[in-house]
């Protein structure tokens, strides 16, 4: 059964930073790419930052600069550090793990308030 666990949300002030963490069981974690989407109330789910199983990574514009994504492939965990968060980072972080042929997996969510 395959698990994805996000974790690390919380409320925050602007300015301030989280780290998110998602743990994966029952995928073989390093052949997985991984990512984190956001959601919004009231807006569709977009990709904020991808990193694939050979370690390259892709953000989106609104994060350049200030969010980073890594992977510890010894702990089956891809990490979000979150640095300057901004209002408009409020939503609700999603962790994917995707590997051609196998499939899409998604977690359960964990929530990010950045308060202004």
């Known amino acids: 059964q395959v698990q994805l666990v996000e974790s690390g949300g919380g409320l925050v002030q602007a300015g301030g930073s989280l780290r998110l963490s998602c743990a994966a069981s029952?995928?073989?974690?390093?052949?997985?790419?991984m990512s984190w989407y956001r959601q919004a109330p009231g807006k569709q789910r977009e990709l904020v930052a991808s990193?694939?199983?050979?370690?390259?990574?892709n953000y989106a514009d609104c994060v350049k600069g200030r969010f980073t994504i890594s992977r510890d492939n010894a702990k089956n965990t891809v990490y979000l550090q979150m640095n300057s968060l901004k209002p408009e980072d409020t939503a609700d972080y999603y962790c994917?793990?995707?590997?051609?042929?196998?499939?899409?997996?998604w977690g359960q969510g964990t929530q990010v308030t950045v308060s202004s």
């Open positions: 029952g995928i073989i974690f390093s052949r997985n790419d």
């Open positions: 990193i694939t199983n050979g370690g390259s990574t």
């Open positions: 994917k793990a995707y590997r051609r042929f196998m499939g899409t997996y």
